[in-house]
Nanobody, 114 residues
Framework: VQLQAYGGGLVQPGGSLRLSCAAS????????MGWYRQYPGKLRELVAV???????NYSDSVKGRFTISRGNAANTVSLQMNSLKPEDTAVYYC?????????WGQGTLVTVSS
């Protein structure tokens, strides 16, 4: 299983970015897909997840600003990030949890700075 993430970059505070992730390979039952982020020297932390039932969960720090959604294509997930803050600067990772295992994409850097 491979995950390909897109959409990181530099944005000014208050701006928006959209991250997308596409999974390919031998994909069985999807439990959930999600996004995590990691600050330098810190553990990876949950940003948002969406379950197969389309139930979503967000970290408190992004509630009301970020929206996770499943894509029209199978096994894709996006993260719409609005009202970005400098503290959102991090490397963002796409995550796919199957019954058969847990998979990660390569990180994509989001930098929020003026």
């Amino acid at each position: 299983v491979q995950l390909q993430a897109y959409g990181g970059g530099l944005v000014q505070p208050g701006g928006s970015l959209r991250l997308s992730c596409a999974a390919s390979g031998s994909i069985s039952t999807v439990v959930f897909m999600g996004w995590y982020r990691q600050y330098p020297g810190k553990l990876r932390e949950l940003v948002a997840v969406i379950r197969n039932s389309n139930i979503t969960n967000y970290s408190d720090s992004v509630k009301g600003r970020f929206t996770i959604s499943r894509g029209n294509a199978a096994n894709t997930v996006s993260l719409q990030m609005n009202s970005l803050k400098p503290e959102d600067t991090a490397v963002y990772y796409c995550n796919l949890v199957l019954l058969s295992g847990n998979f990660w994409g390569q990180g994509t850097l989001v930098t929020v700075s003026s």
